[in-house]
Nanobody, 129 residues
Framework: QVQLQESGGGSVQSGGSLRLSCTTS???????????MGWFRQAPGKERELVAG??????TYADSVKGRFTVSQDNVQNTLSLQMNSLKPEDTAMYYC?????????????????????WGQGTQVTVSS
């Protein structure tokens, strides 16, 4: 069984930075490779949306975070990191790591609706003005 282990998140003031990390591993702790990995977020009363992700080494960003967030992947440890700079109050949300263990159309993954996607528990990011 494969699990996603998230870390990072927290509370910062507007303009601050945070870093999120997500590792794909088996329950016994061994790294497990994935085809796509990404970060999604959901704010209260809003739908879940893609923040940034990587499929087959090709990164994709939501327009709202371009130039402020950077996604990177460590293929050895199967870890996806999201460096978030110049945070704004509208970035406040629960952030979820997601992964597709098998090849799927990238757009299907980035839509966040593919049933083959596995999800982390989520980590809260709060940005105060």
């Amino acid at each position: 069984q494969v699990q996603l282990q998230e870390s990072g998140g927290g509370s910062v003031q507007s303009g601050g930075s945070l870093r999120l990390s997500c590792t794909t591993s088996t329950v016994s702790g061994y790294p497990y490779s994935s085809f796509c990995m990404g970060w999604f977020r959901q704010a209260p009363g809003k739908e879940r949306e893609l923040v940034a992700g990587i499929c087959a080494g090709d990164p994709t960003y939501a327009d709202s975070v371009k130039g402020r967030f950077t996604v990177s992947q460590d293929n050895v440890q199967n870890t996806l990191s999201l460096q978030m700079n110049s945070l704004k109050p509208e970035d406040t949300a629960m952030y979820y790591c997601a992964a597709s263990l098998r090849p799927i159309p990238p757009q299907s993954f980035f839509d966040g609706l593919d049933p083959r996607t596995i999800w982390g528990q989520g980590t809260q990011v709060t940005v105060s003005s």
